[in-house]
């Protein structure tokens, strides 16, 4: 099993450019997340989906678009990027919402925008 | 709403040293509590959690957390250190019973000397 993998694993976009950061699980989980990890602020939530089919605003969703594509994917798009959106981007899944599921994390992509 | 803080952003210990990562929590309700590694350019992966059953939690690599109520507390410790152990350590804390809306520490940084 790959785990959670996400592509790309680094990338530099100018102001205003957009892209999509991909995240897939292999491990058949229900619940998939995006994070931003910033210096000095831990992981913040972006958006989460609990199941295939619906997603939900987390703690910093400005800026940012979601898709579950089905079970297996999840990707986060930001339209217009800014410069305060530079930051380590990391998919997560869980079995299910259930706050004892332990979630799994990829490896991370590292945004810079200039 | 619940919170976790972590005391030192940046803890040095010997190579054989015990390591102590500090971490006290704020919850209306009694939390289930975590603690994830983050070992450089990858993603966070879990120690060990604390999910209402025995108080002293045994995870991973040797690490150990005890949940005290009293001192609203979840520290980590490590009887002796090793160099592998160097890495950025998140404490994370989730109110039972709902989504799994997880907050983060803001992460400390261990590093051990040989």
């Known amino acids: 099993n790959a785990g959670v993998t996400q592509t790309p694993k680094f990338q530099v976009l100018k102001t205003g450019q957009s892209m999509t950061l991909q995240c897939a699980q292999d491990m058949n989980h229900n619940s998939m997340y995006w994070y931003r990890q910033d210096p000095g602020m831990g992981l913040r939530l972006i958006y989460y989906s609990a199941s295939e089919g619906t997603t939900d605003k987390g703690e910093v969703p400005n800026g940012y678009n979601v898709s579950r594509l089905n079970k297996r994917e999840f990707s986060l798009r930001l339209e217009s990027a800014a410069p305060s959106q530079t930051s380590v981007y990391f998919c997560?899944?869980?079995?299910?919402?259930?706050?004892?599921?332990?979630?799994?994390f990829g490896p991370g992509t590292r945004l810079t925008v200039l | 709403a619940q919170s976790v803080t972590q005391l030192g952003s940046h803890v040095s210990v010997s190579e054989g040293a015990l390591v102590l990562l500090r971490c006290n929590y704020s919850s209306s309700v009694p939390p289930y509590l975590f603690w994830y590694v983050q070992y450089p350019n990858q993603g966070l992966q879990l120690l060990l959690k604390y999910t209402s059953a025995a108080t002293l939690v045994k995870g991973i690599n040797g690490f150990e957390a005890e949940f005290k109520k009293s001192e609203t507390s979840f520290h980590l410790t490590k009887p002796s250190a090793h160099m592998s152990d160097a890495a950025e350590y998140f404490c994370a804390v989730i109110v039972p019973g709902g989504y799994q809306k997880v907050t983060f520490g803001t992460g400390t940084k261990l590093q051990v000397i040989p």
């Open positions: 997560a899944s869980s079995e299910s919402r259930s706050s004892t599921d332990t979630q799994y």
